[in-house]
């Protein structure tokens, strides 16, 4: 059974970090690109930053700069370094990890930043 979890998340002050990790289980975690989408009420899930399966990073445009994204295969781990947080990242992060035609959610992690 594939299982994502995500940890990290809570409430931050504007200007704050946080770093999101996320431990996958069930799945051969080198193989798969690992990535990292948000949502917020009554919106589309969107794309903050993936990782491919041999290392090569994208982020969307509105988090190039502040948020990193790495993978420790050793350990099937993903992690998001995040700074310079705004009140607009405000969201729930969900931990993703896709191979070929198989894709795998985790169960979200709620990331508030307060003005």
């Known amino acids: 059974q594939v299982q994502l979890v995500e940890s990290g998340g809570g409430l931050v002050q504007a200007g704050g970090s946080l770093r999101l990790s996320c431990a996958a289980s069930g799945i051969t975690f080198s193989t798969h690109a690992v990535g990292w989408y948000r949502q917020t009420p009554g919106k589309q899930r969107e794309l903050v930053a993936v990782i491919s399966a041999s290392g090569v990073t994208n982020y969307a445009s509105f988090v190039k700069g502040r948020f990193t994204v790495s993978r420790d295969n050793a350990g099937n781990t993903m992690h998001l370094q995040m700074i310079s947080l705004k009140p607009e990242d405000t969201a729930v992060y969900y931990c993703?990890?896709?191979?070929?035609?198989?894709?795998?959610w985790g169960q979200g992690t709620q990331v508030t930043v307060s003005s």
């Open positions: 993703n990890a896709q191979r070929r035609y198989s894709t795998y």
